[in-house]
Every structure is written in C-alpha cells, then in structure tokens.
C-alpha cells in the first residue's frame, strides 16, 4: 500500500484565499461552499471570491482554509468529478457523515483523515 505524504499546508499557503474560494466554487458549487461554511447565503461565496469583495468571519476562513487542503488532495488525485462526489457521499471514517458536515462541524483533521484514507485505498 502506497503512503500518500501530502503538502497541503506549503500548497496552501501558495494559493490565496480568494483563489481558495474560486476553486471551490467551481469544484463543488456555491451552495456547497456556503454549507461547509455554516452560512445560509447561498451565494455569498460567489461575493467571498471577489478581489473587491467582503471577508468572512475568520471561521469561515479557516473552513475554507480546510476544505480547500482537502480537495486539493482528493482532487489531485481522483479528478474534480470523483472529489464532488466524495465531498457529498456518507463516510465510513466520519461515522457516515459527508465530509461537508464533517468540515462545518470544526472537524477538519478527521475530514483529512478520511481524504487520505480514500486515496491511499485508490492507488493500492
């Protein structure tokens, strides 16, 4: 079984939050992003992507932050396709929640955990 080490936090800190928002929004959708964020806008994200638009509250910064590390695992290697479908599919490893509850309930290392665990069974 391959070990999958990951960079996310060196990717991330190379990618900008409004660039975070973008690839979310066009790899899960607005009202997806808007999920994972707690927020009941279904398009602000769309407004968060903006250069001249407004900031979130820091933790929607950081479910952003958090989402984004773990689509750009799961996306890397799967496909934004596949990485959609396993952001909304019930997890085995997050007690059949999605990793979209997982991560809007402050529970980013296990939706991480859970990312990892699908890729690495993936390429084995």
């Known amino acids: 079984m391959a070990t999958i080490k990951t960079t996310s936090s060196v ?21 997806l992003v808007a999920a994972i964020t707690g927020n009941k806008d279904l398009k602000v994200s769309h407004r968060w992507a903006r250069m001249d638009g407004p900031m979130p509250r820091n933790d929607a910064v950081q479910r952003i932050v958090h989402a984004y590390q773990v689509w ?11 990485a959609r479908l396993w952001f909304m599919g019930m997890n085995p490893r997050l007690d059949d929640d999605t990793p979209i509850d997982a991560l809007r309930e402050g529970k980013p290392k296990e939706a991480m955990a859970a990312a990892r665990a699908f890729v690495e069974d993936a390429l084995s």
Do not use: K, P
């Not at 991330?12 to 928002?21: I, K, Q, S, Y």
């Open 11 to 31: 990717q991330t800190a190379r990618v900008e939050f409004r660039e975070m928002v973008q690839i979310l929004n066009a790899g899960l959708g607005a009202t």
């Open 72 to 82: 750009d695992l799961v996306a890397s290697r799967e496909g934004d396709h596949v």
